[in-house]
């Protein structure tokens, strides 16, 4: 915080210096306004820079993962498939198994 007070002094003197050597005769009130309103106009443009970086790094980021997912061999992308049917099949076959088990029990009662 010191070091923001220390800006704004450096930025007041420099600013009531300015005034005085154009010839203005300002109040300090006017003068603070000034840089308050220098200082806004400032943070806006940083903000909207800020936000065009962590777009365009986020641009890249996901053109980035698109690129590494694409790297994926063919043989795994078939592989990968091929597992989540087997899966798939496996859960019929053990619901088929618990159903045919259910009425085997059913008959013997």
């Not at 009531?16 to 806006?44: M, S, Y």
């Not at 990968?80 to 198994?97: S, V």
Request: one cysteine or more; aromatic letters at 8%.
């Amino acid at each position: 915080m010191d070091s923001c007070r220390c800006i704004f002094k450096k930025a007041y003197k420099t600013a009531h210096n300015f005034a005085v050597e154009a010839g203005f005769d300002l109040p300090e009130v006017l003068i603070d306004k000034l840089l308050l309103d220098l200082n806004r106009i400032w943070k806006d443009r940083e903000r909207r820079q800020i936000a065009k970086i962590r777009d365009k790094l986020n641009d890249e980021i996901v053109a980035l993962k698109r690129k590494a997912n694409n790297k994926i061999p063919y043989e795994a992308v078939v592989a990968n498939k091929q597992i989540t049917r087997l899966k798939n099949d496996l859960k019929t076959a053990f619901k088929e198994l618990r159903e045919n088990i259910y009425e085997k029990e059913k008959k013997k009662m």
